[in-house]
């Protein structure tokens, strides 16, 4: 299927793709803006790094590609890993009311994100079964029209998400892709050969994929 040029960058392990991802955000972030930054584990490390850069950090916002419906300040919350792994540089970090649960979470987000677009750079994670943010394969979320959209029966638990939508996660002037290790393999191999998988339906004209080569494997020109 057509879909974003998609632009694939191999380095020789995951904490120099994670380099590459903090200095691509630090780069887009230089004259300060806004970022849509990925939940899971593969990104901390970037934000880690991330959170060592000069920048103007009071005139950056941030705020979380997706969210867990779990209590705030519950483990598993996206906003919550990204507060700690960046610290208190005085940054805005824009929280999805996901607490509320899917439709009303959804709802209540809408109106938080959408003066946040357009974004100066999304980074984006892919999941062993090809979904980035809480846009799953196959799922209602992917046809939903406005910024922000609920999703229950998410395979990855906790199943009750809130998700910027492709539509919300297109509007921007970078996108990047980070993913390492072996476990995504499959899923990298699949996007770069054509399945329709959800970062495929971005409307960007550029994806920039960041990967390792565990992740990479036989793909690499
Ligand atoms: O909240 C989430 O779960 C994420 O935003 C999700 O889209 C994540 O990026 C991928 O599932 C990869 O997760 P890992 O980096 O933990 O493998």
Known sequence: MNGPHLQLEVYPDAGAACRMAA?????ALAQGGTA???????????????????LPWPAITLVPTDERCV????????????????G????????LPAELGPEQGAREAEALVAPLVPFRVVLLGLGEDG???????GHPALEATGLVAPVRRAPKP??????????????TETALLLVTGASKREALRRLLTG???PPRRLTVPTLTILADREAADAMEA
């Open 23 to 27: 200095q691509r955000l630090a780069q």
């Open 36 to 54: 849509a930054l990925a939940g899971g584990n593969t990104p901390r490390p970037a934000y880690h790094l991330l959170a060592e850069m000069e």
């Open 71 to 86: 209590p705030p300040d519950h483990p598993e919350r996206n906003d919550r890993m990204l507060a700690e792994a960046l």
């Open 88 to 95: 208190d540089r005085g940054y805005r970090l824009v929280r």
């Open 131 to 137: 979904h980035t943010a809480s846009l799953f394969p």
């Open 158 to 171: 906790p199943p009750e998400r809130i998700t910027l939508t492709l539509r919300a996660l297109s509007q």
């Open 195 to 197: 399945d329709d998988l």
